[in-house]
């Protein structure tokens, strides 16, 4: 039977993933079995730099700190070794996990939980195809924009044709009394003679 001592350390990992597990929005959980050192470091390297946390726990550990934190229905999940990626990003844990699993052979990706609810291989691959939050961003403000963008086109278009009719207009006007005066001056020479005849 294990020690007062030995019992009262893994009671104190448990609390401590307990406070580091609280705030994340999503877990993935992998088989990272049977990777290389390099290909563990870039591992790791991605992820930190997308902000996400990675660590190899005891599935027994990982029992334990879910049933602390409200969760059941992951024993399927919790078989073999089984390193946990997590974050407060809902995409970025499983949009890593999914890059690098297609990429070493070895990576495999069992399942997670998404907000609060477990997800299974097949949900976290659809996770990982979201685009990631300055993407979404963009293409909510450009579809946002395009109406407006689309609208301020089309008034400009009739600007410029209303514009390029009005010039041609100007163009006539102008011309016209250039015509008008020969006529102008036939009849004045008329009204001069007419006097003269009489």
């Given at each position: 039977m294990p020690s007062e001592k030995i019992l009262a350390a893994k009671k104190?990992?448990?609390t401590d993933l307990v406070a580091q597990f609280k705030?994340?929005?999503?877990?993935?959980?992998a088989s990272s079995r049977g990777l290389t050192v390099e290909q563990d470091t870039n591992l790791r390297n991605e992820l930190r730099k997308n902000g996400v946390k990675y660590m190899v726990v005891?599935?027994?550990t990982l029992r334990l700190v879910f049933k602390e934190l409200g969760m059941e229905g992951l024993d399927d999940i919790f078989k073999g070794p089984t390193a946990v990626a997590f974050s407060d990003d809902v995409i970025a844990p499983a949009k890593v996990l999914s890059k690098f699993a297609e990429e070493y052979?070895?990576?495999e990706i069992k399942g997670g939980i998404v907000e609060g609810r477990v997800a299974d291989k097949a949900e976290i691959d659809a996770l990982?195809?979201?685009?990631?939050k300055e993407t979404l961003y963009s293409q909510v403000v450009y579809g946002l924009l395009f109406p407006?963008?689309?609208l301020a086109m089309l008034v400009k278009a009739v600007a410029e044709k209303a514009?390029?009719?009005?010039?041609?207009?100007?163009a006539v006007a102008a011309e016209a009394p250039a015509e008008e005066a020969p006529a102008e001056e036939a009849a004045a020479e008329v009204t001069a003679e007419a006097p003269a005849e009489a």
């Open positions: 104190q990992v448990v705030d994340a929005t999503t877990f993935v959980f005891k599935n027994t052979e070895p990576l990982a195809k979201v685009p990631d407006f963008t689309k514009q390029e009719e009005g010039g041609v207009d100007a």
